[in-house]
């Protein structure tokens, strides 16, 4: 059984859910997000509330499409009410970023700047050398973050790069220190 899916989740004020063919739509303050769903799941909506269930409860695809049918519900909720954010960091000499526009403006240690083209759906803001991304729905949220971070990944050497605040990269020792070891 799983323990997520048994859960009902409540429809805030404000946010309208809606059922179609295998098709869930929710429409919020802050937009709009629509799912479609495999037929082994059931959504259905009583009394103001989500509940998720599956016809075969033994099977274990079924059990785990169950938990995660629901974790996605839940995520659109809460997107289209409070939305979600994340934070960038940038770290290296002359390495710096700038908004153009409505474009991300990346200069990481190329030859030419790396202009990143934030899609729709998703915000982008920057303050010093930390990138803010907002979004309402969480999955383009990862996509732009990851997206912007494999321009120019944390090397492991002197930490340079851009890398999630609160990120730990792991330093290895360069050539200096492999033989002064030997």
Aim: proline share 4%; charged share 30%.
């Amino acid at each position: 059984m799983s323990r997520i899916g048994k859960l009902q989740l409540t429809i805030p004020t404000g946010v309208t859910v809606t059922l179609g063919d295998n098709v869930v739509t929710v429409k919020g303050p802050k937009g709009e997000l629509k799912r479609i769903f495999p037929r082994e799941v059931k959504v259905a909506i009583v009394d103001n509330a989500v509940s998720v269930d599956v016809a075969n409860k033994e099977e274990k695809k079924e059990r785990a499409l169950w938990g995660t049918i629901a974790a996605h519900i839940k995520n659109m909720v809460t997107g289209v009410t409070i939305g979600f954010k994340k934070e960038l960091e940038i770290n290296g000499v002359g390495f710096r970023v700038a908004m153009q526009g409505k474009d991300l403006k990346l200069e990481v240690g190329f030859s030419h700047p790396v202009i990143y083209k934030v899609p729709a759906g998703a915000t982008v803001s920057v303050e010093k050398n930390i990138i803010k991304i907002e979004s309402f729905d969480i999955e383009l949220l990862g996509k732009v973050a990851a997206e912007i971070r494999d321009t120019k990944c944390p090397e492991p050497y002197k930490g340079k790069g851009i890398r999630y605040v609160g990120e730990v990269v792991r330093h290895k020792a360069g050539k200096a220190a492999a033989k002064a070891a030997a």
